[in-house]
């Protein structure tokens, strides 16, 4: 009983917090840059959809003018520009004044979907825009950290992190029983490191649910197959039913809660606190800075 009422009234002293104070701290310092560019992407992908129809790729347009080149000559005209790379005719259309779209793969970059003129067998260019290209990238970045399964199953790890991380902050949070209401804001008058501090705070405490539903949703999207099997075993699957199981649709929401696959002022909601675990970084970089790096180069 004495433990609960110190931690209700000084919970700083309690051996508890102590101890999950430091997951806490070397946790975000693990995973804290992982964390920065995962939450980052994620809330450049909450558009993902309207920068894929901004970006939606057009046919190009050609003149007319002589004989088309064959397959063989347009494979030939292509190899002149990219001598190492495995070639195909990707596409041909049937409109005489449309480019043609070559397969373009090399070991190094992979494959490319590159615009040839199928009269001269000039380059025209890549046949998805910059901005097709660049969501892309951002979403296997944001999904498999450019690694393919090693990269989501390195994502999966840093989502379990992330978890950690939110619950350890939640529980240090608590400032004792007289000081929580100061503990929702921010002090904006004071010194610039209390201000920091109350940053982190603050910020870390709105945003809790938030930041612990992308890191639970983040696992389940690494490791299906675990939550797969709970549903499997809570509501075995019954050839002769079509209708939907109840955890098929929850797993279902797992995703779409996720990726914020909603519309209007939720997706800015999404896109904005997805923006706060950068700033959970740097703030507690700072004050790891002060408290600790700080003192030991002086002490040097």
């Known amino acids: 009983m004495a433990d609960i009422g110190n931690w209700r009234r000084q919970p700083q002293g309690t051996w508890l917090r102590k101890a999950l104070f430091q997951v806490h701290l070397w946790t975000g310092l693990g995973v804290g840059l992982y964390v920065v560019v995962i939450s980052l992407t994620g809330s450049v992908l909450v558009y993902r959809s309207e920068l894929r129809q901004r970006f939606d790729p ?74 097709w290209r660049l969501t892309t990238w951002t979403l296997d970045l944001h999904d498999n950290l450019l690694g393919g399964d090693t990269g989501r199953t390195v994502n999966g790890v840093g989502a379990l992190l992330l978890a950690v991380l939110s619950l350890t902050g939640l529980v240090i949070w608590w400032p004792g029983i007289d000081g929580w209401r100061r503990a929702l804001v921010v002090d ?62 929850i797993l279902y929401w797992f995703s779409y809660m996720h990726f914020g696959r909603f519309s209007g002022v939720t997706k800015v909601t999404w896109a904005t606190i997805g923006l706060v675990p950068p700033v959970m970084f740097v703030t507690g970089a700072v004050m790891w800075w002060n408290r600790v790096v700080r003192p030991w180069l002086a002490s040097r």
Do not use: C, K
């Not at 910020?203 to 389940?220: E, H, K, V």
């Open 58 to 131: 057009q046919p190009r347009t050609v003149s007319v003018a002589g004989t088309r080149l064959s397959p063989d000559a347009l494979i030939a005209a292509t190899r002149q520009v990219f001598p190492e790379a495995e070639i195909e005719v990707w596409t041909e259309p049937d409109d005489p004044a449309l480019a043609v779209t070559m397969s373009v793969e090399d070991r190094g970059s992979g494959r490319d979907l590159l615009l040839f003129d199928p009269y001269t067998g000039a380059y025209l260019g890549n046949s998805l825009p910059v901005g």
């Open 188 to 249: 904006w008058r004071a010194n610039w490191r209390r201000v920091n501090w109350s940053v982190h705070s603050a910020f870390g405490f709105w945003t809790m649910l938030f930041i612990f539903m992308w890191a639970f949703t983040g696992i389940y999207l690494a490791f299906p197959e675990p939550f797969a099997a709970v549903v499997d075993y809570l509501e075995p699957f019954e050839e002769d039913n079509f209708d939907p199981r109840t955890g098929d649709q």
